[in-house]
């Protein structure tokens, strides 16, 4: 059953411009749209997360999804907002890239149904790697003027921008015909009526409209979503540690929830709109509850836990919120225990560590020589039976009394022990590898 995709799209606040007779032709039936997809990692980041979700209620409303994997323009760069040109990829690394792309993809759209709508992956270097420069100017070129390409405004603001300096390479120049001619194949070869992107990618989707129009005496339609900025003027899928990647081995599922649990209040409320399937009674519901305790945090919860478990796993999902309670609730030393290193290191990021020997721990360790002498969490034995006494003292937050030993029994994942003055001052012992 068809469902009208602009206006699901619009509720969600993910319209920004919407081509005269798109939505008309999107009511009239199943249409085949498309959304390209730089190759030049292994792993998109959740910047890709709008791009993304377009196409996933696109195949929800009904219609035909196609990710094209820029095989081709991915070697050229789009001068849009950027000033620097990108590597060329070699072709093996070109489809490892894809195939990595695909699984991740794979999590929100459905590839492998016998559905008429079954999402379909392409990637445009199959098709422009036999293209003779000759023949792309004389067939595709000509019906594109100079005058044309010049008054968008991804080549305007390039030019005009503090760069200018530097200008803009004739490949980065031919960028928005390469795309345009994309969509003519498409066009030809799916039946592709439609390009959806970001709104900063206008200019070359209609430039793809236009080739169809000249050459394919056709129509095209586009529609693209806003920019995707956060309330306090930074940039959206940044971290301190760089992009937020969609690969649990670049960014772990643990990171990656807390970074959406850590969203202000303005923007948890825009996202859970964006990037989920929740309905818009359950968000409605969902944010009326915020705002009568938003302490509780119910939106960041609800759109983290959402989003985890579709990028990664349920499984994923209930470890990132076993380790978070770890820091920031009641837990035991077998929670600690379950788990695994990467997100034990994750959760105890920056916290101070020493190493100690597996002789140490064969022979035990008593709790005194591994506050002070051996780990030299505190500066003396002293120091160490003073805070005994004092009842502060956890071992993989137990609480512990002098006298007590470290043993094998102790190590988390048979390398670790987490000593705890206190509420938030942590020590990691490790053992030599």
């Not at 994997?69 to 489809?95: F, H, Q, Y």
């Not at 120049?173 to 345009?180: C, E, N, S």
Request: proline residues 2%; contains cysteine; negative net charge.
């Amino acid at each position: 059953m068809m469902k009208n995709i602009v206006e699901e799209l619009t509720w969600r606040g993910m319209i920004h411009t919407v081509m005269p007779g798109a939505e008309e032709h999107l009511m009239g039936g199943m249409r085949s749209a498309y959304v390209g997809f730089d190759p030049t990692a292994d792993s998109l980041h959740i910047g890709n997360l709008v791009p993304i979700m377009l196409l996933a209620h696109y195949q929800r409303c009904g219609h035909k999804p196609i990710a094209l994997v820029g095989g081709a323009t991915g070697m050229i760069g789009d001068p849009s907002g950027k000033s620097n040109e990108r590597n060329l990829l070699d072709e093996v690394t070109l489809r490892r890239n894809q195939e990595a792309i695909k699984i991740q993809l794979s999590h929100f759209l459905d590839f492998d149904s016998d559905a008429q709508n079954a999402a379909v992956m392409v990637n445009n270097y199959d098709w422009m790697k036999d293209f003779s420069f000759l023949d792309f100017i004389r067939d595709i070129g000509k019906h594109i003027t100079v005058n044309y390409m010049m008054a968008k405004d991804s080549v305007k603001n390039r030019i005009a921008s503090d760069d200018a300096a530097e200008g803009m390479s004739f490949t980065e120049f031919t960028y928005q015909l390469v795309q345009g001619y994309d969509f003519l194949h498409l066009y030809n070869s799916h039946n592709c009526t439609l390009q959806m992107g970001g709104s900063d990618q206008w200019g070359n989707i209609t430039t793809g409209t236009e080739l169809i129009r000249r050459i394919g005496s056709g129509k095209g339609f586009a529609i693209t979503c806003p920019l995707i900025t956060k309330s306090d003027g930074s940039k959206f899928g940044k971290s301190e540690g760089g992009n937020v990647w969609l690969d649990a081995n670049r960014t772990s599922p643990y990171k990656f929830y807390q970074y959406w649990l850590n969203t202000s209040d303005e923007d948890a409320e825009k996202y859970i709109k964006i990037f989920t399937f929740l309905n818009r009674e359950e968000i409605k519901s969902l944010t009326e509850l915020h705002k009568q305790a938003p302490h509780l945090r119910t939106l960041q919860k609800r759109l983290a836990e959402e989003i985890t478990a579709m990028v990664h796993s349920k499984d994923d999902l209930n470890n990132a919120i076993k380790a978070s309670r770890i820091l920031f609730g009641k837990s035991t030393s077998s929670d600690l225990k379950e788990l695994n290193t990467q997100t034990f290191l994750d959760v105890f990021d920056g916290v101070p560590q020493t190493e100690i020997s597996i002789s140490d721990i064969e022979n035990g360790l008593d709790i005194i020589a591994a506050l002070a002498e051996k780990g030299g969490f505190l500066k003396s034995n002293g120091e160490a039976r003073r805070a005994l006494k004092e009842n502060s003292i956890s071992v993989n937050k137990e609480k512990v009394n002098e006298g007590f030993i470290i043993s094998a029994n102790d190590l988390i994942n048979n390398k670790f022990v987490l000593l705890q003055r206190g509420k938030k001052n942590y020590f990691i012992l490790t053992l030599k590898e």
